[in-house]
Antibody, heavy 116, light 108 residues
Framework: EVQLVESGGGVVRPGGSLRLSCAASGFTFDDYGMTWVRQAPLKGLEWVAGISWNGDTTSYADSVRGRFTISRNNAKNSLYLQMNSLRDEDTALYYC?????????WGQGTMVTVSS | EVVLTQSPGTLSLSPGEGAALSCRASQSVISSYLAWHQQKPGQAPRLLIYGASSRATGIPDRFSGSGSGTDFTLTISRLEPEDFAVYYCQQYGTSPYTFGQGTKLEIK
């Protein structure tokens, strides 16, 4: 069974940092690109970042470029999102998703709250 | 970036009726790289349609997608109670891979 389990969310002050992780199982991790998508409370979905199967190619939404870094460790079947200089507007549920061009499998999300 | 505009914002229908949800792009979506996702309250999104018209694994055939270029439609025939949810379109042809703002399908 394909599983994606996010972790690392929590409460952080504005300007702070947080590192999210996504543990993948049930499929050959390095066959797929991966992506992070977030959802602010009572809002819609926002694509955040994506990474190719080998990590060589990354892309970011304008809202996070220069502050967030997506990475992966294929030996550990894991995806990461390093989030720096966090802002109030980064408060959201962060989903990792397997990318088959399009997101075809989603995790359950980890909540990030940026608040003083 | 490609801006996706979904309409209507909310659609009120009864079980058994048909639904048509629209997604319009600000520029042509490359290779019809357009997906539809369903999200129920408290749950993660679920992929329904990719490539504008291909159903994902396990998706009932009452869900169908159509369109190309800038205009796309998700059609649900014979609504079932479990179909009432929020639906998002997403283009994955041009980074950033943007989502529409969603259409809420509610029971009338």
């Amino acid at each position: 069974e394909v599983q994606l389990v996010e972790s690392g969310g929590g409460v952080v002050r504005p300007g702070g940092s947080l590192r999210l992780s996504c543990a993948a199982s049930g499929f050959t991790f390095d066959d797929y690109g991966m992506t992070w998508v977030r959802q602010a409370p009572l809002k819609g979905l926002e694509w955040v970042a994506g990474i190719s199967w080998n990590g060589d190619t990354t892309s970011y939404a304008d809202s996070v470029r220069g502050r967030f870094t997506i990475s992966r460790n294929n030996a550990k079947n894991s995806l990461y999102l390093q989030m720096n200089s966090l802002r109030d507007e980064d408060t959201a549920l962060y989903y990792c998703a397997r990318r088959n061009g399009y997101p075809d499998m989603w995790g359950q999300g980890t909540m990030v709250t940026v608040s003083s | 970036e490609v801006v996706l505009t979904q309409s209507p914002g909310t659609l009120s229908l009864s079980p058994g009726e048909g639904a048509a949800l629209s997604c319009r792009a600000s520029q042509s979506v490359i290779s019809s790289y357009l997906a539809w996702h369903q999200q129920k309250p408290g749950q993660a999104p679920r992929l329904l349609i990719y490539g504008a018209s291909s159903r994902a694994t396990g998706i009932p055939d009452r869900f169908s997608g159509s369109g190309s270029g800038t205009d796309f439609t998700l059609t649900i025939s014979r609504l079932e109670p479990e179909d009432f949810a929020v639906y998002y379109c997403q283009q994955y042809g041009t980074s950033p891979y943007t989502f529409g703002q969603g259409t809420k399908l509610e029971i009338k």
